[in-house]
């Protein structure tokens, strides 16, 4: 498994950007491990918001470790739509402390993810 997370600080917001790679050498405990310890250096008063490619579905009847793991940590993953062509959500946002507004999906030509956005006030 890949993993990389790149962490920056910008007017007040946090924010992370997680690639899990869905080829699965290394486990989902050391991907939480990492997430967790670069959370852990950011106040949990501060907004914080968490782009990433975890390749787990969000839309699944039962909730995966990833995101079981941040909403434990008060996040709340915001994308409600499939983001991959086989209709899984695989592509999330997490937000703390900020509400997501017009989050929006859209399809694109040069990839089988689709583009995940939304609109941030906080």
């Known amino acids: 498994m890949t993993v990389h997370i790149t962490a920056l600080q910008q007017k007040g917001l946090y924010v992370l950007a997680v690639y899990n790679s ?3 050498h290394n486990s989902l405990e050391s991907l939480l491990q990492q997430i967790e310890a670069i959370l852990a250096t950011i106040p949990h ?3 914080c918001m968490i782009l990433d490619d975890m390749n787990e579905d969000a839309l699944a009847t039962t909730h995966g470790p990833i995101q079981t793991a941040l909403k434990s940590l008060h996040f709340q993953q915001v ?4 983001t991959h062509r086989s209709g899984a959500c695989l592509d999330h946002i997490y937000t703390r402390k900020i509400d997501c507004m017009d989050t929006c999906v859209s399809a694109t030509y040069y990839s089988d993810h689709h583009w995940a ?4 006030k906080f």
Not at 79 to 82: R, Y
Not at 117 to 120: A, G, P, T, Y
């Open 22 to 24: 869905s080829d699965r």
């Open 117 to 120: 956005s939304c609109n941030l």
């Open 79 to 82: 994308v409600q739509s499939p």
């Open 45 to 47: 008063n501060e907004p």
